[in-house]
């Protein structure tokens, strides 16, 4: 696979004249208003003044034409001369975004019928009727990104006002903030110019990009064409900014002061990378962008730079040690774009795109409302990478060749210590509270990804047909540092003595891990426990996608799309032999015009999934091959309970592995490298294993139709009705399970005392498939000197290996009314969706609560809505000024119900030794009687205000922005993107308790700008 990918690389760059970019294409339909049906023989200019762009084409005999390898940049006009059979007409002010067909009807009125010259002037923009395929999506042009407020300018705040999107429950802080569809918001394929932009360990975004370099942003839902694959869900393609032959750019200044303008609220608030910030944070940011040409007709040049920092202070509290202080701590984002475009002839033209960012996300210590994390173990989550992407495209009469090449970098290192060969320390007092966390984060995750992606198109217009074929070849090196802490993890307990002793030194937040060593007496270490093996992992995913897609326009009012796709990724292979290689994926699409302003449009379509990078790496990186475990494992195979002819080797590996070290000295405890012998003997709760049958990569199965009318020159209306059934989805199977215990109501009502239906950890180990027990001669279970048992050394609890068996059933109506500004003086989008998603699995950690039982656990996804209203309004009362109102109402997001540890004494109401820590993916036991996400949280409503103020200043203009996000200061307990580990949907109790709130969305906040605009 890197031979073809390095071979793929060698031939786009030898047949790319030079550097290039994003191409698209336009189907322009000349209608006879008298007659209803196309006009043929009609000579129609296509033309855009911005980048010296025109040509000339005739209509066919249905009345179409189709021009292919059309630029992103600028605006187009299609116009008709007037003949000796029509008067003239035009359409203005058409932008094109990247891999789009984008379809307009030009009404002709024959002369015969008037006897006054009548032009017809369509109003170009998001309101038209799509005429070509059954795609379902939706789009965001500059003008309303513009106009819309968003948090920081960031692309992620504003997604979700895009229809069949919606804002995420996550599952760790960074994930990415959007749901399409409700699904996984990690199963989206991310794009810039019809390019990759995903980060493949987990999924979302590499680069996170401003709006400000933005011209549009479509999301594909459903139904779109073979060109596009690697998910089953939806795909989100950008298309950036380019220069013109006219000079245009911004400098702008936006803050978010904070308080004490902002609501206030007890619930802590989430900054742009979804991590948690207190009260007094504040956000300031800038940039500068400009564009135009350096050669006029020809060259372009479009260049952006921006800066965020967001000041966040924490609480370093420690009553015991008289300690309350601030630590100041920032977040710092930066981004810069640049962007080349270049006509060499009129049939050859290309582009240089870069993009890049830096990210750092400080944890500088304390907490939110106090804390005792003490700087010394501060550590900051970074986030870095860079594109570089060249294109050529070659535009002929029929034929439209286009060769991209991509290079990526992306590192994310998500805790970069402030003491990287420090230990980390936890310091207990003598009631054994902790006083203090010293040295370092304790973990380490730090990951490189170096991709290198090459796409090669023909597009082929031959007569009614628009043929198109290309092969897509992704190849990814992945080097993964991930484990425990090499320099190990202390607990220690100090006497009383020694905690006066730092009373009279008088602490600061400057306290170390050496400094305790200084303390009266020895230090007494509780626990310590150390990484054996630090070492990194190294893989390659290479993705290949082959397609060919025909589409024929059978009529000047039916068009029928066929095509077919074929995927193959690598990573499939898992522990087996061979990948997946029968991914062949059909799709199929109709559109019928019903009318000059209307058509229906029906379409069905197998989509893949890639296989995400963290189920290879996963099951490497927390596996292991003692003796004891691959006996173990050979037991699973006896028992057909994994496949004849297994081969042990391939499906385990020396993965990270933490030893706890009995009767350490403090600071003076063996390091890894010197405990390495002693893997064998080490028993863990979980062990992983890569699959012996590999990885199916998902499969989802698209059905929707639809029906648009256009109600006037710039209103829409459309409907979509939708319908995907998705299988193979990741679940991880517990291949050592103990025996099934599920507690029921009606046990839970007769026991006495709740803790008498808990089943004991022991008892479950017992019914095991594999002894993890050590034995005496006699075949008893061995004990230590105080009766408890002795496990077996090297063993493993449980053994987890991801299956691709999940499966997933949703249902949704969209309806959408556009209006686009035209001559009015306000414009509207308007979208409600009525939807609903099953599933037995919603994340690749997702476990059955009981004995692998994934029937019982179908149920809403937790990002499942019901009904989702979104809308934003704009008014123009006068000129240079512009006031819109965002709304986003929706009904309750799911609710887990989940043991009370008080009550029973612990989570684990079966005994498999799976608890509260990762309840959000249903790895905890349910409350008794209750199934999985069965309850609902309230419904959410809020609404946003932007006004921006224009006024002119020399050759440009000057607008003062001002934002009030939830201007009602609405305590909204549902339907804002967070981590599941903070939200409301995890709640303790059966239904009657109610609700305890934990966390609300954003109150009232305030964003004010000021930019100046030539």
Do not use: C
């Not at 891990?513 to 990484?531: M, Q």
């Amino acid at each position: 696979m890197r031979l073809l990918a390095l071979f793929a690389a060698a031939f786009a760059l030898l047949t790319t004249a030079a550097p290039a970019h994003s191409q698209a294409t336009l189907r322009v339909t000349a209608l006879n208003v008298e007659r209803n049906v196309g006009a043929a023989d009609v000579p129609l200019i296509i033309e855009n003044n911005a980048i010296g762009f025109r040509d000339t084409l005739v209509t066919d005999a249905q009345g179409q034409v189709v021009r292919s390898g059309l630029s992103t940049a600028g605006r187009y006009t299609v116009r008709a001369p007037e003949t000796n059979r029509f008067y003239a007409a035009r359409l203005d002010d058409l932008s094109l975004r990247s891999n789009q067909t984008r379809s307009v009807t030009l009404f002709l009125s024959p002369l015969a019928a008037f006897e006054l010259e009548q032009v017809t002037v369509t109003d170009a923009g998001v309101a038209e009727v799509n005429r070509v395929d059954a795609e379902v999506s939706a789009t965001l042009p500059v003008e309303t990104l513009q106009a819309t407020p968003v948090e920081g300018r960031a692309l992620s705040q504003v997604l979700y006002r895009l229809p069949n999107v919606t804002q995420a429950t996550g599952f760790f802080p960074e994930a990415p903030t959007v749901s399409i569809n409700g699904a996984n918001g990690l199963y989206a394929n991310y794009m810039i110019d019809g390019m990759d932009n995903n980060e493949n360990f987990l999924g979302g975004p590499q680069m996170d990009l401003p709006i400000n370099i933005i011209q549009d942003v479509m999301v594909l839902t459903s139904n779109y064409s073979a060109e596009y694959g690697r998910t089953g869900n939806g795909v989100i393609n950008v298309t950036t900014k380019s220069g013109s032959n006219t000079w245009r750019g911004e400098a702008y200044y936006l803050t978010r002061p904070g308080q004490p303008l902002d609501g206030n609220t007890q619930y802590a608030q989430r900054d742009l990378s979804g991590n948690a910030v207190s009260a007094g944070f504040e956000r300031h940011q800038g940039g500068v962008h400009v564009g135009g040409p350096l050669v006029k007709d020809q060259t372009f040049v479009f260049a952006s730079a921006s800066h965020i920092a967001d000041w966040k202070d924490n609480l370093l509290r420690v009553p015991q040690l008289g300690l309350q202080q601030t630590v100041p701590g920032r977040n710092q984002f930066s981004y810069a774009t640049l962007r080349l475009d270049h006509r060499w002839t009129d049939k050859w033209r290309s582009t240089l795109r870069t993009n890049w960012q830096r990210v750092r996300i400080e944890r500088q210590g304390g907490g939110l409302t106090g804390g005792v994390l003490f700087p010394s173990a501060a550590n900051t989550q970074q986030r870095d990478g860079g594109h570089v992407a060249l294109q050529t495209t070659y535009a002929g009469s029929r034929l439209v060749y286009e060769g991209n090449v991509q290079y990526s970098r992306f590192h994310w290192n998500y805790a970069n210590p402030a003491n990287p060969n420090s230990p980390q320390v936890t310091v207990l007092d003598p009631q054994e509270t902790t006083i203090a966390v010293l040295g370092h984060p304790g973990y380490t995750f730090d990951e490189t990804e170096n991709t290198l992606q090459v796409q090669q198109k023909l597009t082929w217009n031959w007569g009614a047909h628009t043929l198109k074929t290309g092969v897509d070849v992704i190849n990814t090196h992945i080097n993964l540092l991930d484990g425990g802490n090499p320099n190990g993890n202390y607990t220690v307990r100090l006497t009383a003595d020694q905690v006066a002793a730092l009373n009279e030194r008088g602490i600061t937040q400057g306290l170390r891990a050496t400094d305790l060593s200084t303390l009266p007496g020895p230090v007494n270490v509780l626990n310590y426990a150390v990484e054996l093996r630090p070492g990194a992992l190294t893989k390659w995913q290479n993705q290949v996608g082959v397609y060919a897609e025909d589409r024929w326009a059978v009529s000047s009012a039916l068009t029928v799309t066929a095509g077919l796709r074929w995927d193959y990724d690598s990573l499939s292979k898992g522990g087996g032999t061979t990948g997946d290689w029968n991914n062949i994926a059909p799709r199929l699409s109709l559109n019928y015009a019903l009318s000059p302003r209307s058509s229906v449009r029906a379409g069905y379509g197998i989509f893949y999934d890639k296989v995400l990078a963290a189920i290879y790496t996963d099951a490497v990186m927390q596996s292991t091959t003692s003796a004891a475990y691959r006996d173990q494992l050979q037991t699973l195979i006896d028992q057909g309970r994994l496949p004849a002819g297994t081969s042990i080797a391939r499906i385990t590996a020396n993965g990270n592995l933490t030893a706890t070290v009995p009767n350490a000295s403090y600071l003076d405890a063996p390091r890894g490298a010197a405990l390495a012998a002693a893997r064998d003997d080490v028993f863990s709760n979980e062990r992983r294993i890569l699959n012996p049958n590999g990885y199916e990569n998902p499969m989802t199965q698209q059905f929707s139709i639809g029906y648009q009318r256009q109600l006037g020159a710039s209103t829409l209306f459309y409907v979509d009705l939708m319908h995907t059934r998705s299988r193979h989805l990741p679940r991880l199977v517990d291949l050592n399970a103990p025996a099934p215990y599920d507690v029921s109501a009606a046990e839970l009502a007769a026991a006495g005392d709740p803790a008498d239906v808990v089943r004991s950890q022991f008892a479950a180990d017992q019914t095991r498939p594999t002894d993890i027990f050590q034995r005496t001669s006699s075949g008893a279970i061995a004990r230590d000197a105080n009766g408890n048992p002795l496990y077996r050394p090297g063993a493993a609890r449980t053994i987890t290996m991801t299956e691709m068996a999940g499966a997933a059933r949703y249902w949704a109506a969209t309806f959408n009314v556009v209006n686009a500004r035209g001559r009015d003086d306000f414009s509207y989008r308007l979208s409600y969706t009525l939807s609903r998603l099953r599933n037995n699995t919603d994340d690749i950690n997702f476990r059955a609560e009981v004995a692998n039982d994934f029937a019982d656990e179908w149920g809403p996804s937790v990002n499942d809505r019901t009904h989702v209203m979104e809308g934003l309004v704009t008014y123009y009362p006068t000129a240079g000024l512009g006031v819109t109102l965002g709304a986003t109402v929706q009904s309750g997001q799911p609710v887990n119900r989940i043991p009370d540890a008080v009550l029973f004494g612990t989570t684990d109401l079966n005994g498999d030794g799976r608890s509260y820590g990762a309840a959000y993916v249903g790895n905890s036991d349910r409350w008794p009687g209750t199934a999985r996400n069965s309850d609902r949280l309230p419904w959410a409503a809020t609404f946003d205000v932007s006004v921006r103020y224009a006024v002119p200043l020399y050759n440009g203009r000057v607008q003062l922005t001002a934002d009030v996000f939830n201007v009602l200061n609405d305590q909204n307990w549902s339907g804002y993107a967070n981590s599941a580990t903070q939200s409301n949907q995890i709640q303790v109790g059966p239904a009657r308790r109610g609700l305890v709130k934990k966390n609300a969305g954003p109150p009232r906040q305030f964003q004010f700008g000021i930019a100046y605009r030539f």
